[in-house]
């Protein structure tokens, strides 16, 4: 299945830079690492392009539909 390997992929990747917070000793936006992770298994199980590419361009796009939406969400007599 290609959403399987697709989804192995993004938690190998989330596991490297969790590995790497803990080595610097910082503390992960865990939030935005989920919010990029997710993108990332939508743009390649749909369109085929590498992690790369879906944060390139993708954060940009969707995160402030996103957080509008969250917005709005809360507080829905917002115009």
Sequence with gaps: MIVAGVGMRAAQRL??????YIEEGEV????EE?????????VEALMSLPAE???RVFPEVYLPI?????????APWRG
């Design 15 to 20: 596991k490297g830079k969790l590995d790497t």
């Design 28 to 31: 992960p936006e865990l939030s």
């Design 34 to 42: 989920f919010r990029k992770l997710t993108l990332q298994v939508i």
């Design 53 to 55: 590419e879906a944060d």
């Design 66 to 74: 996103m957080e509008e939406a969250n917005r709005r969400v809360l």
